[in-house]
């Protein structure tokens, strides 16, 4: 259950990642109140995570679901670039998260 709480703790990051870009565009209480509830609910689930899987783990596998898959939801719904490095870091931020996962 560790590693569910774990992954859904990433995709709340994930989200929050796309709300901060939502509060810079719409200064209003629902942006606010979206960045709040998400990443609330990140903190949440990475403690619940934390209970059994150690800080370091868990941290790093966190911010890297977060850090991909905000570039990614960023390439997808606000144009960023899609250039062929950008795609490879991030598919090495990938790997760093899976390999992490098969030595714990």
Known sequence: MDWIYLIIAGLFEMAGVVSINRLHKKKNWQSLLFLLVTFGGSFLFLSLAMKTLPM??????????????????GMMFYNEPKDWKRLFFITLIIAAAVGIKLIS
């Open 56 to 73: 370091g783990t868990a941290y790093a596998i966190w911010t890297g679901i977060g850090a991909s898959g905000g570039a990614i939801l």
